[in-house]
């Protein structure tokens, strides 16, 4: 069943199937790029790092993963999407691994440059399959699904990764989860979507760069990732070394209390996907939808600003996880904004030039974030730059972006 056939009002086997194994490679994607974050106290406080330096390791990985985007939306809209998504997730795994062996920054440095290569392939496959093969009722809650994995990524990585250093040590963690992360190639080289049910675009119906780039609704699109960004990085990669150097939380506790905001995430991003699609199943428009979600749900979640202000620990966390929860609201409904808008024939393109510009956030936000606690020897200023994204991106998604309705290319 492709995206096109409206009528259908369930998805088939291997429907679930496919969207089972995308769910669980995104866990283990965003595992893997955050493990250094699980790591940093300890990995910085052997290699003698500064906040800065490590600021600057977290931000390494998107220099590759945001340029890459080009190169990932070209090859998922022309070549198999099971070699596509299989090799990148053979060259992440494999760099996770290494960075078990690391002992110097630039080695480390180099791992990060190579990780964010393999991991770019990711959203615009997934945005590929789904645009193609998943109706507009059910693309709230298949992206709501996936969006749900890349939450309990984090989560199972602050929570096992926690407790894995806490006992074994940094490189451990890294050994554990390259080679596990590798038994994934096995069921996708089995079930993985055949060429054939992810119908390629002839190259006389793909919209070209500049006709997407002409579109004022991908220019929201671009400027709300970014800002979705600035603010989930900075939980992924800051919130772990917060609770141990600001709130003074042990490895173990950290492990346990740091993963709470993620399991919030994911089950509000797998609530907010599911109704989403009832509403819009029940006449609501996909304009009214999405984007009372995604404006409603980033003003909501600003309320991640208490947490840094309050003395009680306790209540740090109580605010943590309620901003959690209404971050995950909107994010199911991210990418089927861009779906609609693309259709299947610039899906790809488009995703990979919106994850592009969306990861410069990640370029920049996690060394920022290290700046100013380098500075101000706190993370309150971290705090008010993560509400202001929030802000911005709310303006962006309720106002930039147009209706949601596919785009007439020139070429369809």
Request: with cysteine; aromatic share 14%; proline share 4%.
């Amino acid at each position: 069943m492709t995206a096109s056939s409206g009528v259908e009002t369930r998805l088939s086997l291997v429907q679930w199937l496919v969207l089972a194994l995308l769910v669980v490679s995104i866990g283990v994607n965003y595992i893997d790029r955050g493990t250094l974050a699980v790591a940093s106290p300890f990995l910085s406080a052997e290699l003698h790092l500064t906040k800065t330096q490590l600021g600057m390791l977290f931000s390494t990985f998107f220099w590759t993963y945001a340029t890459f985007q080009l190169v990932a939306g070209w090859l998922v809209d022309r070549h198999d999407m099971r070699l596509v998504l299989g090799g990148g997730f053979l060259i992440w795994s494999a760099a996770t691994l290494l960075t078990g062996l690391a002992s110097s920054f630039a080695a480390i440095f180099v791992l990060r440059l190579l990780l964010g290569i393999g991991e770019s392939v990711a959203y615009p496959s997934y945005s590929r399959i789904l645009a193609g093969n998943f109706p507009e009722r059910h693309r709230g809650t298949a992206n709501a699904l996936i969006d749900a994995g890349s939450k309990c990524g984090p989560a199972l990585g602050v929570l096992i990764g926690g407790l894995v250093v806490g006992q074994f040590g940094w490189r451990a963690l890294f050994f554990i989860l390259g080679i596990g992360g590798l038994l994934w190639l096995i069921p996708w080289g089995i079930w993985g979507p055949h060429p054939a049910s992810v119908k390629l675009p002839g190259d006389g119906h793909c919209p070209g760069i500049l006709e997407i780039l002409g579109q004022r609704s991908a220019w929201g699109t671009f400027l709300g990732l970014f800002c979705v960004n600035y603010a989930w990085y900075f939980l992924v990669f800051w919130l772990p070394p917060y609770l141990v150097m600001e709130r003074h939380f042990t490895a173990n506790m950290m492990a346990v209390f740091g993963s709470m905001p993620f399991w919030g995430v994911a089950l509000s991003s797998a609530t907010g996907g599911w109704a989403s699609d009832l509403w819009i199943a029940r006449g609501g428009s996909p304009t009214r939808v999405r984007k009372t979600f995604m404006a409603g749900g980033m003003l909501l979640s600003t309320l991640i600003l208490p947490a840094a202000i309050v003395h009680d620990s306790a209540t740090s966390m109580v605010f943590l996880i309620v901003s959690s929860l209404c971050f995950g609201i909107f994010t199911s409904n991210l990418w089927a904004i861009t779906q609609t808008l693309a259709g299947p024939e610039a899906s790809g393109k488009w995703t990979g030039w919106q994850n592009m510009f969306g990861n410069f956030a990640g370029i920049f936000g996690p060394w920022f974030t290290g700046k100013i606690v380098d500075a101000t020897g706190q993370f309150l200023l971290a705090f008010v730059a993560v509400c202001v994204a929030l802000v911005v991106g709310a303006f962006a998604f309720s106002v930039i972006v147009g209706d949601l309705k596919p785009v007439e290319w020139r070429a369809r």
